[in-house]
């Protein structure tokens, strides 16, 4: 069955004599928490279109030893349905830094024309991108996740002590940078009857020729795993993807 899945907070004695131990030991529980990912993660989210049912999503996220493995597979709903399912796969290692994919795949129904297939050379700092049988290259550097793997890399990093964070991503296509602004105080977000306290992540300082925006509300007490992801194409059409279930172990 699932399950929200809730983290004890600490409470703080406001002795000020005391302040400084209990800085120092909050940030090494949160440390710890996100360094210590759970070894398997189900989660499912409605997408929408402009408002509008678009797609089913459901991601599980395992660990066996230090290796990781992530399938998120998305099937349309109506008239989308037609589009056929689009599956994203991410394959990797679990280091203290967090998630260090070597493969990332993405197939979009039976179209061999749409599958993108990436791999991650760490040996020489390369980043190989296979679109319709060409290879783009790119310099790999450290922290460099896929589509399917970046919303998982929040679980690593101290986020709640933190008022900015960049993200360099590959789409399969390209690879970018995203610095993203945190929100100083935690937004509730309810979703199928749950409520969850979240980081808000808004983008800050985009680059100019990246056409797209996207927003994240991250679970404070769900291992920062994304509640809600808020997308803006280029056309100003707007994709939403909210969580209605999640399962931890």
């Known amino acids: 069955m699932f399950r929200p899945i809730r983290l004890i907070s600490l409470t703080f004695v406001s ?5 400084s131990v209990f800085l120092a030991t909050a940030y090494a529980q949160e440390v710890s928490v996100a360094k210590i990912p759970p070894k398997l993660i189900q989660a499912n989210y409605d997408v929408t279109k402009n408002g509008q049912p678009f797609a089913k999503m459901k991601e599980q996220f395992t660990v066996t030893g230090n290796s990781y493995k992530l399938e998120s597979v998305s099937k349309g709903v109506g008239v989308y349905a ?4 689009r599956k994203l796969t991410s394959i990797g290692e679990v280091t203290p830094e967090g998630l260090r994919p070597t493969h990332f795949e993405l197939r979009q129904g039976d179209n061999a024309k749409k599958f993108l297939f990436t791999d991650f050379d760490w040996a020489n700092k390369i980043l190989h991108m296979k679109v319709k049988n060409t290879v783009k290259d790119a310099v790999l550097t450290p922290g460099t996740q896929d589509l399917a793997s970046y ?12 008022d900015a964070i960049t993200v360099t991503l590959t789409t399969g296509k390209k690879l970018n940078q995203y610095p993203y602004k945190i929100s100083a105080e935690h937004e509730t977000i309810e979703s199928a009857g749950v409520q969850y306290k979240t ?8 680059d100019k020729s990246q056409t797209e925006t996207k927003e994240l509300w ?14 803006v194409d280029e056309n100003g059409e707007k994709l939403e993807q909210t969580l209605t279930e999640l399962h931890v172990e």
Do not use: C, D, N, W
């Open 82 to 85: 037609l589009f056929g399912e």
């Open 199 to 206: 980081l808000h992540l808004v983008p800050a300082g985009q």
């Open 151 to 162: 919303p998982y890399q929040f679980m690593f990093i101290p986020t709640a002590l933190k």
């Open 15 to 19: 002795f000020s004599f005391l302040t």
């Open 218 to 231: 991250l679970g404070a007490e769900q291992h920062y795993l994304p509640v809600r992801i808020l997308l």
